[in-house]
């Protein structure tokens, strides 16, 4: 080719893409959002559908100071043959100053718990041994359905499934009424992670150790500790942290095999002290019937506390007992309280006077 007609060729292809580019066609640039943001907007991928091989039955009551958290999980049928016994437990609930009472279902064993595990309750169904676990923590001061959110998404989490937001709750939650409460109770269907796996339930901003359940500040084991609202004491040997909260301003528990006895430290108005009525309200817990005045007066003690002396009563049921103290101190009352097994009680009986005895009450 020679040079004259190389270059008409060129001039010729560059007229052309010369009239091919007008203003309307000039190249426009996007700004393509990030997968996070269309993920916030439709939502994320469908995930790989989940097998249905196993079912969770979950409960969750927020009493004042403490959440409560009842949880049945295994195989999808042996669960769902406790469903109806599951729910029985829950409208059965009962809620005093010691924690939960219930009625336990025909067949279902009760166990002692330890640390935060405040109960295990077990059952045979289609060959399996299946565990409600019954426990508990100190509730914050936020949102009641963003704490039972929270906790959902968890068990979700658990069972492989993927978590909600808060205007799906009422669709997948429901209430189940019982003596004096409502429990938010779940069913979950899918795969659990594995067998009797379980996280402990979130608890907001409320301190607790991994390993020994809930504590308030200065339960180490060590003397002159203190706990909640400047209260000092010395904790006695052998003695666990238990579940403290905002009433509780310090709790302990000590378990032996079988047998368990909880020991609560509570502060509450100075009306709230009287002292017939709040025995006969623990000896019902107990089996027993109501004394009066006069009796009363023969079954009372006093017992120094702090700067002071606190009324002190000891009631022995047929299974249980109840060591308690009453005190006045800052313009409260002051209930200083032992309950649980009836053996145990009277072996732990000096240390719990030890207790009282050590107790030194801030502003």
């Known amino acids: 080719m020679n040079a004259p007609r190389s270059i008409a060729i060129t001039l010729c292809c560059l007229g052309a893409l010369a009239s091919g580019c007008s203003d309307s066609d000039q190249v426009e640039q996007y700004q393509v959002p990030k997968q996070r943001v269309l993920d916030s907007i439709n939502g994320p991928p469908p995930a790989e559908p989940v097998p249905h091989d196993d079912t969770m039955l979950a409960a969750i009551v927020l009493e004042p100071d403490q959440a409560w958290f009842f949880k049945l999980a295994g195989p999808r049928g042996a669960v769902e043959d406790q469903a109806e016994r599951f729910e029985a437990l829950i409208e059965s609930l009962q809620f005093g100053d010691s924690g939960p009472r219930w009625s336990l279902p025909a067949g279902w064993r009760e166990q002692a718990g330890s640390g935060m595990r405040y109960a295990t ?30 906790n959902i998404n968890r068990w979700r989490g658990q069972m492989g499934l993927q978590p909600i937001g808060r205007h799906e709750l009422p669709k997948l939650a429901r209430q189940v009424k019982f003596a004096g409460g409502i429990a938010t109770v779940v069913e979950l269907k899918g795969k659990l992670a594995a067998p009797g796996m379980g996280q402990a339930p979130f608890a907001g901003r409320a301190p607790f150790a991994s390993g020994q359940g809930p504590l308030a500040p200065g339960l180490a ?42 020991i609560t430290v509570i502060d509450l108005a100075a009306s709230a002290g009287g002292l017939l009525d709040n025995v006969n309200r623990w000896r019902g817990q107990i089996g027993l019937g109501n004394t009066t005045e006069e009796e009363l007066d023969q079954q009372v003690h006093k017992l120094p506390v702090g700067s002071d002396r606190g009324d002190y009563v000891e009631l022995y049921g047929p299974d249980q007992a109840i060591l308690a103290v009453i005190a006045r101190q800052g313009g409260k009352s002051w209930f200083i309280k032992l309950m649980g097994d009836k053996q145990l009680a009277e072996r732990e009986k000096q240390r719990f006077e030890q207790l009282v005895q050590s107790l030194e009450f801030g502003d």
């Open 221 to 262: 084991g060590d003397a002159g500790e203190t706990g909640r609202g400047g209260l000092r004491y010395n904790t006695p040997e052998g003695w666990q942290a238990g579940q403290a909260g905002a009433m509780r301003k310090a709790a302990f528990v000590v378990v032996d095999g079988d047998r368990q006895v909880e």
């Open 121 to 150: 309750l077990t059952a045979e169904a289609g060959g399996e041994v299946l565990e409600t676990t019954v426990t508990s923590l100190p509730r914050n001061d936020g949102d009641e359905k963003a704490y039972s959110l929270s």
